[in-house]
């Protein structure tokens, strides 16, 4: 199982670009990374996945180099309401199982004005 | 939002009794899962199904039992519960790797 780890914290402010990279130095050849965003009270909601290289929504940018032993959450512009928990998964798909869904402490967010 | 409910949202208990969360989904969704968020630990999957009456255990399993008789409900049953199993329990439905979780059922076991 790919063990990923993340900064327990870290602080921005409003209109910056926010970079949340997670390391995950054991990933197999069948997982895929996932991010989350939580906020207090909340279940966790999908921000966005990936396999390799660069992936875009409307919401952030996931961002794999080769080795795919790391991604970075890329948050355009914060504002206040991205204040939250933002957990990194690997998960992996085996024999019609998957393993890896532990989302762990994940990386809390402040955003300021 | 996708149509996740969980019932009751809040429910206190003691020691011993039995307890069963159920989580509802109107998205017919193949996949549900059951996590329990602690402080200091992040979610821990309990258990998921993958099908009618399929179902698999996940990492902290002990203490629980599930159930899932049709596609729509997944029943989360602690037989006995302990003030260990003090937590929020989280249902989510949806592919192992894009989950839409419900709102969460805060239990406490005294």
């Known amino acids: 199982l790919a063990k990923t780890t993340q900064p327990i914290s870290m602080d921005s402010y409003e209109g910056q670009e926010v970079n949340i990279t997670c390391s995950h130095n054991?990933?197999?050849?069948?997982?895929?990374i996932t991010w989350y965003q939580q906020f207090p009270s909340q279940g966790p909601r999908f921000i966005i996945q990936?396999?390799?290289t660069k992936v875009t929504n409307e919401v952030a940018s996931l961002f794999i180099p080769a080795d795919r032993k790391s991604s970075t959450l890329s948050l355009p512009r914060v504002s206040l309401s991205d204040t939250a928990v933002y957990y990194c998964?690997?998960?992996?798909?085996?024999?019609?199982?998957?393993?890896?869904?532990?989302f762990g402490k994940g990386t809390h967010l402040i955003i300021q004005p | 939002d996708a149509g996740i409910t969980q019932s009751p949202r809040h429910k206190v208990t003691e020691t011993g009794t039995p307890v069963t969360l159920r989580c509802h989904q109107t998205?017919?969704?193949?996949?549900m899962y059951w996590y329990r968020q602690d402080p200091g630990h992040g979610l821990r999957l309990i258990h998921y199904?993958?099908?009618?009456?399929?179902?698999d255990k996940g990492e902290v399993s002990d203490g629980y039992s599930v159930s899932r008789s049709k596609t729509e409900d997944f029943l989360l049953t602690l037989e006995s519960a302990t003030s260990s199993q003090t937590s929020v329990y989280f249902c989510?439905?949806?592919?192992?790797?894009?989950?839409?979780f419900g709102p969460g059922t805060r239990l406490t076991v005294l």
């Open positions: 990936g396999y390799k």
């Open positions: 998964l690997v998960v992996r798909y085996s024999g019609g199982g998957a393993d890896g869904l532990t």
């Open positions: 998205e017919n969704h193949r996949y």
């Open positions: 199904s993958y099908g009618v009456k399929d179902t």
């Open positions: 989510a439905i949806g592919d192992y790797n894009e989950q839409f």
């Open positions: 054991n990933i197999a050849t069948n997982d895929y």
